[in-house]
């Protein structure tokens, strides 16, 4: 038995402590907002966040978030309303086939939590998902809309 938080409740999954988190996720927990893209840690759609921090739910084992806190893209709104990053991708219309949108916002939103101006260099960095529709120009502005570029300084 793996106990731990997931969005915000705590769960108790009956699984081997080395299955991969994502599919205790999607087949154990029946949250399929996390998506199974590359299963190799490459591609970014099955990311999650760990006590807060950005992680590829594919290559993490069950037992080791066991006693943390997972969000996933169904914990990641408050009760009353949108996270922004999900209001700025429906504002600026990012998603094409959507697969791999949920683990692309789950980035951003960990990112712009740790960081709200973070420069193109940081945000390159930070989100390095893959999108088969190539929605990053999208991506792009909507991430602008609400983090503005920090301004350049004099120094
Ligand atoms: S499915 Fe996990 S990084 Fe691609
Ligand atoms: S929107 Fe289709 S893979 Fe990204």
């Known amino acids: 038995m793996i106990e731990f938080t997931l969005n915000g409740r705590p769960v108790t999954l009956d699984v081997d402590p080395a299955m991969p988190l994502l599919w205790a996720i999607r087949e154990q927990a029946a949250l399929t907002g996390t998506k199974f893209g590359c299963g190799i840690g490459a ?45 700025a991708w429906i504002e600026h219309q990012v998603p094409q086939c959507g697969y791999c949108q949920s683990g692309l916002i789950m980035a951003v939103a960990a990112l712009l939590a740790e960081n709200p101006a973070p420069t193109d260099e940081e945000m390159e960095a930070a989100v390095s998902n893959i999108c088969r529709c190539g929605t990053y120009v999208r991506v792009r502005r909507a991430i602008r809309a609400i983090a503005p570029s920090p301004e350049p300084s004099n120094g």
């Open 43 to 87: 591609c970014g759609a099955c990311m999650v966040h760990l006590d807060g921090a950005p992680v590829r739910s594919c290559v993490l084992t069950t037992g080791s978030v066991a006693g943390r806190s997972v969000t996933t893209i169904e914990g990641l709104a408050p009760a009353d309303g949108l996270h922004p990053v999900q209001a």
